[in-house]
């Protein structure tokens, strides 16, 4: 992949390469911009907000706007926090992550290994659906989950999330199974193994890292959705859309520092993610885009 | 050994058990993706107001859309929006990725924070640069406390330039990722290519220009490809960062369908706007997907 062995074999001279370090650094600089402010500003009481300066280091250190952020805050009409709606995400997120994954590796291992009449066109129809606008499906999406009683529960945002996430998940295990050489799998069926066992024996042992490319692209997308979630949340509202309603709120006065808090919890399981596991995030993107 | 009869069934399964497992992915699909689009096309042609109806009007919901002022807005701030995300994204990230391709120092922390955007939810980049674009607290506050008591920067809150703002969050979000794709394509430049043109005596310039940057041809239809799609669904960003506002003047299409649809009852209308979203895509994605598709086969 992308690994950062090969270098150009371009050389550059001494002043080109102090202008380059500088304009990295200074891009650095911007990408952890939003980052510091954010970590900063959640730390420092109210005031040191409205009558200070953003940039600066907190006077007095302190840890209750996380606290009210979490606990307290008020969120649409009820003084919560975001603990309800975090936990909303984590049950919306766990299952709906694990079924869109174990959907995707079945049906990638079918599309490459099972190949059939019209294959291609199936494959074609679902990588279509990972493209569309989800404006197209909301209003049908809102009669069918009014129609099923899933409106507003956690589980209707699971079947959602699941629906339009087994094209990217198939897509992924496509990919990854169709470098797999088909002669082992002819192999194992002339020794009689069904189609469940070669993929228990054979294929499952060695999908580990298409695993966790597709587990945390779908947990990355599903975490930090927010047009299904607001759409259809209900009172199982994911964290996103709490959130926005805490930072939304025209009620009262604007806590800076609570909405900061809160912005960085919204954001800690997929930045937690992203340092545990960058490498396979960024495969994701990329067999995301460049399909091949 | 099976009797012939069960042998012939348990074959028989074994041929059909891969195209089951396949078929409900094929049936939710087929209902949830197309199916669907079926019926929001069904219902832009339809009177419905706040629930569906099926009471045919044939065009009326077009042409009531392209008379809407505030559609006109959302067209010209997508094309606003999108030209310019595209453009600034795929510089930026052109530019990152040529430049920590020259055997940087510290590259392996640099593409990191380059990154991590990627990673966030728009909802906690546009909570992010809301508060710090807010010309009360954020960087017009900051700059005027380190003694530049003229600066004035209140993009967020005007109404012709609040759009640009919304630029600057989406850019900051996704140029890495650009980074990270036109990098991976530099990567795989074979360097027997670079170093030949040298001893023909090329300019680091014109390497680039004449060599480099045709051979990421590929990089840049990726980047494309993803880039507009991403723009032309941006919702989050926007509500997040302003709104919609100030007044309408931040509208897109996404956020123009939603509360066409759902706040002001005006499903119909709603569809419409939804319909032409999704042509829109379309008329990028399916060739290029065609294209991917075919050269697999």
Same mark, same amino acid.
């Given at each position: 992949?992308?690994?950062?062995?090969?270098?150009?074999?371009?050389?550059?001279?001494?002043?080109?390469?102090?202008?380059?370090?500088?304009?990295?650094?200074?891009?650095?600089?911007?990408?952890?911009?939003?980052?510091?402010?954010?970590?900063?500003?959640?730390?420092?009481?109210?005031?040191?907000?409205?009558?200070?300066?953003?940039?600066?280091?907190?006077?007095?250190?302190?840890?209750?706007?996380?606290?009210?952020?979490?606990?307290?805050?008020?969120?649409?009409?009820?003084?919560?926090?975001?603990?309800?709606?975090?936990?909303?995400?984590?049950?919306?997120?766990?299952?709906?992550?694990?079924?869109?994954?174990?959907?995707?590796?079945?049906?990638?291992?079918?599309?490459?290994?099972?190949?059939?009449?019209?294959?291609?066109?199936?494959?074609?129809?679902?990588?279509?659906?990972?493209?569309? +606008?989800?404006?197209? $499906?909301? /209003?049908?999406?809102?009669?069918?989950?009014?129609?099923?009683?899933? %409106? @507003?529960? *956690?589980? !209707?945002?699971?079947?959602?999330?699941?629906?339009?996430?087994?094209?990217?998940?198939?897509?992924?295990?496509?990919?990854?199974?169709?470098?797999?050489?088909?002669?082992?799998?002819?192999?194992?069926?002339?020794?009689?193994?069904?189609?469940?066992?070669?993929?228990?024996?054979?294929?499952?042992?060695?999908?580990?890292?298409?695993?966790?490319?597709?587990?945390?692209?779908?947990?990355?997308?599903?975490?930090?959705?927010?047009?299904?979630?607001?759409?259809?949340?209900?009172?199982?509202?994911?964290?996103?859309?709490?959130?926005?309603?805490?930072?939304?709120?025209?009620?009262?006065?604007?806590?800076?520092?609570?909405?900061?808090?809160?912005?960085?919890?919204?954001?800690? +399981?997929?930045?937690? $993610?992203? /340092?545990?596991?960058?490498?396979?995030?960024?495969?994701?993107?990329? %067999? @995301?885009? *460049?399909? !091949? | 050994?099976?009797?012939?009869?069960?042998?012939?069934?348990?074959?028989?399964?074994?041929?059909?058990?891969?195209?089951?497992?396949?078929?409900?992915?094929?049936?939710?699909?087929?209902?949830?993706?197309?199916?669907?689009?079926?019926?929001?096309?069904?219902?832009?042609?339809?009177?419905?107001?706040?629930?569906?109806?099926?009471?045919?009007?044939?065009?009326?919901?077009?042409?009531?859309?392209?008379?809407?002022?505030?559609?006109?807005?959302?067209?010209?701030?997508?094309?606003?929006?999108?030209?310019?995300?595209?453009?600034?994204?795929?510089?930026?990230?052109?530019?990152?990725?040529?430049?920590?391709?020259?055997?940087?120092?510290?590259?392996?922390?640099?593409?990191?924070?380059?990154?991590?955007?990627?990673?966030?939810?728009?909802?906690?980049?546009?909570?992010?640069?809301?508060?710090?674009?807010?010309?009360?607290?954020?960087?017009?506050?900051?700059?005027?406390?380190?003694?530049?008591?003229?600066?004035?920067?209140?993009?967020?809150?005007?109404?012709?330039?609040?759009?640009?703002?919304?630029?600057?969050?989406?850019?900051?979000?996704?140029?890495?990722?650009?980074?990270?794709?036109?990098?991976?394509?530099?990567?795989?430049?074979?360097?027997?290519?670079?170093?030949?043109?040298?001893?023909?005596?090329?300019?680091?310039?014109?390497?680039?220009?004449?060599?480099?940057?045709?051979?990421?041809?590929?990089?840049?239809?990726?980047?494309?490809?993803?880039?507009?799609?991403?723009?032309?669904?941006?919702?989050?960003?926007?509500?997040?960062?302003?709104?919609?506002?100030?007044?309408?003047?931040?509208?897109?299409?996404?956020?123009?369908?939603?509360?066409?649809?759902?706040?002001?009852?005006?499903?119909?209308?709603?569809?419409?706007?939804?319909?032409?979203?999704?042509?829109?895509?379309?008329?990028?994605?399916?060739?290029?997907?065609?294209?991917?598709?075919?050269?697999?086969?």
């Amino acid at each position: 992949m992308s690994a950062a062995s090969q270098d150009t074999a371009v050389s550059t001279g001494r002043v080109t390469r102090t202008f380059l370090y500088l304009v990295l650094i200074l891009f650095a600089l911007f990408y952890l911009l939003p980052l510091y402010v954010m970590g900063v500003n959640s730390v420092k009481p109210l005031s040191e907000i409205t009558g200070g300066n953003m940039m600066a280091l907190p006077q007095i250190w302190t840890l209750a706007p996380w606290r009210s952020a979490w606990s307290t805050a008020q969120i649409g009409v009820e003084p919560t926090g975001l603990k309800p709606y975090f936990l909303n995400s984590i049950l919306m997120v766990v299952p709906a992550v694990a079924i869109s994954t174990v959907v995707g590796a079945l049906n990638g291992y079918i599309l490459t290994k099972w190949r059939f009449r019209g294959d291609t066109w199936v494959f074609g129809l679902m990588l279509f659906s990972c493209f569309i +606008p989800f404006q197209i $499906v909301l /209003i049908p999406m809102a009669v069918v989950l009014g129609k099923l009683g899933l %409106a @507003g529960t *956690v589980s !209707g945002l699971i079947l959602v999330h699941v629906v339009y996430g087994i094209g990217f998940t198939t897509l992924y295990f496509r990919n990854y199974y169709a470098a797999f050489p088909t002669e082992l799998i002819r192999a194992a069926q002339i020794d009689g193994a069904g189609f469940f066992r070669i993929f228990w024996r054979i294929l499952l042992p060695v999908s580990g890292p298409i695993a966790v490319v597709s587990v945390i692209w779908q947990f990355t997308n599903i975490w930090n959705d927010f047009l299904f979630g607001v759409s259809f949340g209900g009172t199982s509202q994911p964290m996103t859309v709490a959130l926005n309603n805490l930072v939304q709120s025209s009620t009262g006065v604007k806590e800076y520092n609570v909405h900061f808090a809160g912005a960085i919890l919204a954001a800690l +399981p997929t930045l937690f $993610v992203y /340092i545990v596991a960058g490498r396979y995030f960024v495969r994701g993107l990329m %067999a @995301g885009s *460049v399909k !091949g | 050994m099976a009797a012939p009869g069960t042998a012939d069934f348990r074959t028989q399964l074994q041929d059909w058990l891969p195209k089951l497992v396949l078929a409900p992915s094929l049936a939710v699909t087929l209902l949830f993706v197309y199916g669907f689009i079926l019926f929001t096309i069904v219902l832009s042609f339809t009177g419905s107001k706040m629930l569906p109806r099926f009471t045919w009007v044939g065009f009326e919901n077009y042409e009531k859309l392209f008379a809407l002022p505030a559609w006109h807005t959302a067209i010209a701030n997508i094309a606003i929006f999108a030209s310019l995300y595209i453009v600034i994204c795929t510089a930026i990230g052109l530019m990152l990725a040529i430049f920590l391709d020259q055997k940087i120092r510290g590259e392996g922390m640099l593409r990191p924070i380059y990154l991590y955007p990627m990673a966030l939810s728009f909802i906690v980049t546009g909570t992010a640069w809301k508060w710090f674009l807010d010309p009360g607290i954020g960087l017009q506050n900051v700059m005027r406390q380190w003694g530049w008591e003229s600066f004035t920067f209140t993009w967020i809150k005007d109404s012709e330039m609040a759009i640009y703002t919304i630029v600057l969050a989406a850019v900051w979000q996704t140029s890495g990722f650009v980074m990270a794709m036109f990098l991976a394509g530099l990567r795989g430049i074979d360097n027997e290519i670079l170093k030949a043109a040298q001893i023909d005596g090329a300019s680091n310039w014109q390497l680039y220009r004449r060599i480099v940057i045709p051979l990421l041809r590929p990089a840049f239809l990726s980047a494309f490809v993803i880039l507009s799609h991403l723009a032309i669904k941006s919702y989050d960003l926007v509500v997040a960062l302003t709104g919609g506002g100030p007044g309408r003047a931040t509208e897109m299409p996404a956020t123009f369908m939603y509360s066409y649809t759902f706040t002001r009852n005006q499903m119909g209308i709603g569809a419409s706007s939804a319909v032409i979203m999704l042509m829109t895509i379309a008329a990028i994605m399916v060739p290029y997907l065609y294209a991917e598709l075919k050269e697999k086969k």
